[in-house]
T-cell receptor, first 114, second 110 residues
Framework: DAMVIQNPRYQVTQFGKPVTLSCSQT?????MYWYQQKSSQAPKLLFH???????NEADTPDNFQSRRPNTSFCFLDIRSPGLGDAAMYLC?????????????FGAGTRLSVL | GQSLEQPSEVTAVEGAIVQINCTYQ??????LSWYQQHDGGAPTFLSY????GLEETGRFSSFLSRSDSYGYLLLQELQMKDSASYFC???????????FGQGTTLQVKP
């Protein structure tokens, strides 16, 4: 089945130790998104790629970076995780910008920072 | 700017019908979509209204009135598994971004 896959499902890191989360998709969608979601809150968009065009949200901390080496893969790098970065990180795709209302989400990576 | 308002919690009994309302203020409107998220899970797309009217998908229906900046999600024949958070959202075809409301937690009781 075509889908969005995130690895790992659970990630534990130490304060200040860099961590990379990965996302792959078999839908061949042009747009890939990274969201941060904390308990009882809505997903918060960090950035998105339209093909290779990177779009950063104004309030996304510099501590968060992303790479999209090809259509299928996208990575979220947290350079120096702080305690406040503990959250669920969700990757999503949409076919193109015009279909942003219909997004397909991965199962998420739950990040713990010790 | 964009904002979407929805109730924080709704409780209903199994077999009943529940309606989750969403009002929005957006600088540009590109349709209203609804997502379901179970606790610990990922959001799942439910329904999308680009134009006014009702969209029906099985037990779930979604309605949009652009003149009233209002929409709702209707869940019929409620089941225990429908207990989840439901988000209304607005996507922009210009920016490719999706803005979420704060979510409504639905609790279905026996």
């Amino acid at each position: 089945d075509a889908m969005v896959i995130q690895n790992p499902r659970y990630q534990v890191t130490q304060f200040g130790k860099p961590v990379t989360l990965s996302c792959s998709q078999t839908l061949n969608h042009n747009v890939m998104y990274w969201y941060q979601q904390k308990s009882s809150q809505a997903p918060k968009l960090l950035f998105h790629y339209y093909d290779k065009d990177f779009n950063n949200e104004a309030d996304t901390p510099d501590n968060f970076q992303s790479r999209r080496p090809n259509t299928s893969f996208c990575f979220l790098d947290i350079r120096s995780p702080g305690l406040g970065d503990a959250a669920m990180y969700l990757c999503a795709t949409s076919r193109d910008r015009g279909r942003a209302n219909i997004q397909y989400f991965g199962a998420g990576t739950r990040l713990s920072v010790l | 700017g964009q904002s979407l308002e929805q109730p924080s919690e709704v409780t209903a009994v199994e077999g009943a019908i529940v309606q989750i309302n969403c009002t929005y203020q957006t600088s540009g409107f590109y349709g209203l979509s609804w997502y379901q998220q179970h606790d610990g899970g990922a959001p799942t797309f439910l329904s999308y209204n680009a134009l006014d009217g009702l969209e029906e998908t099985g037990r779930f229906s979604s309605f949009l009135s652009r003149s009233d900046s209002y929409g709702y999600l209707l869940l019929q024949e409620l089941q225990m598994k429908d207990s989840a958070s439901y988000f209304c959202s607005n996507g922009s075809s210009n920016t490719g971004k999706l803005i979420f409301g704060q979510g409504t937690t639905l609790q279905v009781k026996p």
